[in-house]
T-cell receptor, first 112, second 114 residues
Framework: GENVEQHPSTLSVQEGDSAVIKCTYSDSASNYFPWYKQELGKGPQLIIDIRSNVGEKKDQRIAVTLNKTAKHFSLHITETQPEDSAVYFCAATYFGNEKLTFGTGTRLTIIP | DTGVSQNPRHKITKRGQNVTFRCDPISEHNRLYWYRQTLGQGPEFLTYFQNEAQLEKSRLLSDRFSAERPKGSFSTLEIQRTEQGDSAMYLC????????????FGPGTRLLVL
């Protein structure tokens, strides 16, 4: 089955700087890659996703890149703000497989 | 659009007791998922429903766990004879019709087994 690895496990950046979180996946059939943000005591909230027919997707300060050949994808957050502090999870699946396989999470701390 | 809701939000029980959680998905979504999340880990898939049919169950879902979605709307997850290892956050998610893979999560039910 699918295995998703996520790095780093913790990340601290100064407010205003950029943050990058990387994930690798094992199943070459995977073609859908969502990113979730989870705040303390809450459920995961979808922040951006990408399908394998595109290499990059942007939404304001957030972008995701996908390298299908290398089987890795990354989350980029620019101009970080204190409210970006949370745990971020990447996940992978393929159309027809209803199960999302998650990475182990990255705790992002924005230092004011 | 009211998001996914879960009740209760917190549950403390003694080992050996039965517990039941409820999930109400986004109203037009026909797919409903249960995941379990332990401290410091990502959510792990337990089971999913398309309408009222339970179509896949993870090996994590032991015989003590049962999930239902009788009318294709809300779902319940019951754990019988709880064990301390069942302590976790139980998350529910829903998604729309085929071709829309995005899963939207509820706030979760945090279970503590003493």
């Amino acid at each position: 089955g699918e295995n998703v690895e996520q790095h780093p496990s913790t990340l601290s950046v100064q407010e205003g700087d950029s943050a990058v979180i990387k994930c690798t996946y094992s199943d070459s059939a995977s073609n859908y890659f969502p990113w979730y943000k989870q705040e303390l005591g809450k459920g995961p909230q979808l922040i951006i996703d990408i399908r394998s027919n595109v290499g990059e997707k942007k939404d304001q300060r957030i972008a995701v890149t996908l390298n299908k050949t290398a089987k890795h994808f990354s989350l980029h957050i620019t101009e970080t703000q204190p409210e970006d502090s949370a745990v971020y999870f990447c996940a992978a699946t393929y159309f027809g497989n209803e199960k999302l396989t998650f990475g182990t999470g990255t705790r992002l701390t924005i230092i004011p | 659009d009211t998001g996914v809701s879960q009740n209760p939000r917190h549950k403390i029980t003694k080992r050996g007791q039965n517990v039941t959680f409820r999930c109400d998905p986004i109203s037009e979504h026909n797919r409903l998922y249960w995941y379990r999340q332990t401290l410091g880990q990502g959510p792990e898939f337990l089971t999913y429903f398309q309408n009222e049919a339970q179509l896949e169950k993870s090996r994590l879902l032991s015989d003590r766990f049962s999930a239902e979605r009788p009318k294709g709307s809300f779902s319940t997850l019951e754990i019988q004879r709880t064990e301390q290892g069942d302590s976790a956050m139980y998350l529910c998610a829903s998604s729309g019709r085929q071709g829309q893979e995005t899963q939207y999560f509820g706030p979760g039910t945090r279970l503590l087994v003493l």
